[in-house]
């Protein structure tokens, strides 16, 4: 029975990624353990360990998005002005990509600023005075990461203004 005080289907979605993970670190521990052995080890073996962890890894990503997703399904939406951006070189498949940072006023009139990664789709400097979409669960000024910028805020985002 539901208390109503928890979110459900964020609960679910943090149980299937941890049982990803669960699932993926033994997998990947066995099949780094078949790698010294070789040839002494049956090849049918191989394949099994390699699609478990592959299988794995890609679920387990899905279940984090989703999580991030559900954890912010019922929060508050608002549109901010970029005030700054910062093109980040890290780790991301996609190559370089931005982080810009929002001011928005709620509706009280108090003002927060998030921080979003929005994605390496144009120059960091063209979003500076661009409106932008995203959801917030809180209304400290001080939580910059309290900020979720999924499909639908980027589709907003760019009907409002596309490249």
Not at 57 to 85: C, K, P, Q, W
Not at 99 to 127: C, H, K, M, N, Y
Request: net charge negative.
């Amino acid at each position: 029975m539901s208390t109503g005080t928890t979110n459900e289907p964020t609960i679910w979605w943090n149980l299937a990624r941890w049982a990803c993970l669960v699932i993926f670190v033994p997998a990947l521990a066995v099949l780094v353990g078949l790698i010294p052995l070789g040839n002494l080890i049956p090849v049918w073996l191989w394949g099994p360990a390699i699609f478990v962890v592959g299988i794995s890894g890609v679920l387990g990503s899905v279940a984090h998005a989703t999580y991030r997703e559900a954890l912010f399904s019922g929060a508050h939406r608002a549109v901010g002005i970029v005030v700054d951006a910062d093109e980040q070189t890290g780790t991301r498949d996609s190559g370089p990509y931005v982080i810009v940072e929002a001011e928005a006023v709620l509706p009280d009139g108090s003002t927060i600023r998030r921080e979003l990664d929005v994605g390496g789709r144009r120059d960091a400097q063209s979003w500076i005075g661009r409106r932008v979409h995203f959801r917030h669960r809180t209304g400290s000024p001080y939580d910059r990461r309290d900020v979720f910028y999924g499909a639908d805020e980027l589709e907003k985002t760019w009907r409002e203004e596309p490249i």
